[in-house]
């Protein structure tokens, strides 16, 4: 059991951004659950693609061997870019909720206020 | 913003074109060693964040500049892949033939020759002028609105 | 009472990740590698690349690489348009 060590590793990261995002409710809080979160999909991505005692997938200066999958590190590139474009976009709101109500707390943002 | 004191900004002038120079290095060899056109944009980003702690958000840059990088980046990358349609979209048309990225590589181990793989340096090259512009403007928006107006909170 | 029961959905949800655990490859020994096995055979031959992850994401799987730089584009759009000064006048 001790050789599934990434994937457990997983399973806690996701578990504590998911406690973060449900319980607390300070707003920037839960836009770092959400950015653990998506870390730890990332992380996952990785370890699926992993040969016992291979190196990187790059022939500059290689001296034989075998080579680990290359295809779910190219996806989890894009899963990264991903990621910083939307926790991007949830601060910029963090911002304009904070100019408008004056505080970061979910629960006096409720009201719709004209 | 307010500038910085005197330190910093004598060292940001000293810093800032070592680090465009080692991001543009990771952007042109992303096809020999590891790196690409994101993670090179990222590591350009950061000089230009350093430069706007430093001197202040309006002085450094104009924000119609980065969005000049980031749209030209884009529609390079969208035109290269149309240069290519007589057989398919986004179809390499330089590797392995003789002009400018076209060298031909054989299967092994070799030291990394820059002239080749074909349209992967021009691609890389138009994501990092994208990603520059995109992190560029978004930090210089999010800085100056924080700051400029910290009279008018509405209740 | 509420808070009670999200805890018990929380821990419902970690059983999930648990049980998918027990239950998948071991960590070393991937099962299915036939599309990476050829990516990594032809790949330097048809591409001219020596780096297999860049050939794969800009070359084998270009289109991919489209929407995401048209998702950031987007992404920085948004924040652009969120904050933008002079039209706050009520």
Not at chain 2, 49 to 68: D, M, P, R, S, V
């Amino acid at each position: 059991m001790i050789d599934m060590a990434p994937y457990i590793t997983v399973a806690i990261i996701i578990g504590i951004g998911l406690y973060i995002c449900m319980f607390k409710s300070n707003l920037i809080k839960i836009v770092m659950g959400i950015s653990l979160i998506e870390s730890g999909v990332n992380l996952f991505l990785i370890t699926l693609g992993y040969r016992h005692g291979a190196y990187a997938p790059i022939f500059t200066m290689f001296n034989g061997g075998i080579m680990t999958l290359p295809t779910p590190q190219a996806l989890t590139l894009t899963s990264i870019v991903i990621g910083v474009a939307t926790t991007a976009l949830l601060l910029a709101f963090v911002i304009k909720i904070y100019r408008h109500y004056g505080s970061i707390d979910a629960k006096d943002a409720r009201r719709l206020k004209g | 913003m307010k500038p910085m004191s005197v330190i910093v900004r004598t060292m940001t002038r000293s810093l800032y074109p070592f680090i465009l120079l080692f991001g543009a290095y990771l952007v042109v060899h992303g096809h020999l060693t590891p790196g690409g056109g994101f993670q090179g944009g990222a590591v350009a980003a950061s000089a230009i964040a350093l430069a706007i702690a430093a001197f202040g958000g309006t002085k450094a840059y104009h924000e119609k500049t980065l969005a000049l990088f980031e749209s030209g980046g884009l529609l390079f990358f969208l035109s290269l892949g149309l240069i290519g349609m007589g057989v398919a979209f986004m179809w390499n048309f330089l590797a392995g033939s003789g002009s400018l990225f076209g060298d031909p590589v054989a299967y092994g181990s070799n030291p990394g020759y820059l002239n080749t793989a074909g349209t992967i340096p021009l691609m890389n090259i138009a994501v990092g002028l994208e990603v520059v512009g995109g992190l560029g403007a978004i930090m210089l928006a999010m800085g100056s609105y924080a700051f400029d107006e910290d009279k008018e909170v509405s209740s | 009472m509420r808070k009670s029961i999200a805890l018990g959905a929380l821990l419902i949800f970690f059983g999930f990740l648990l049980v998918a655990i027990m239950n998948i490859h071991s960590f070393g020994y991937p099962t299915n590698t036939a599309m990476d096995d050829y990516f990594i055979r032809n790949g330097q031959e048809q591409t001219g690349a020596n780096n297999i992850v860049t050939a794969i994401v800009f070359d084998y799987r270009g289109y991919d690489t489209i929407g995401e730089a048209t998702v950031l584009f987007t992404a920085v759009a948004g924040v652009l348009l969120a904050l933008r000064k002079g039209g706050e006048e009520e």
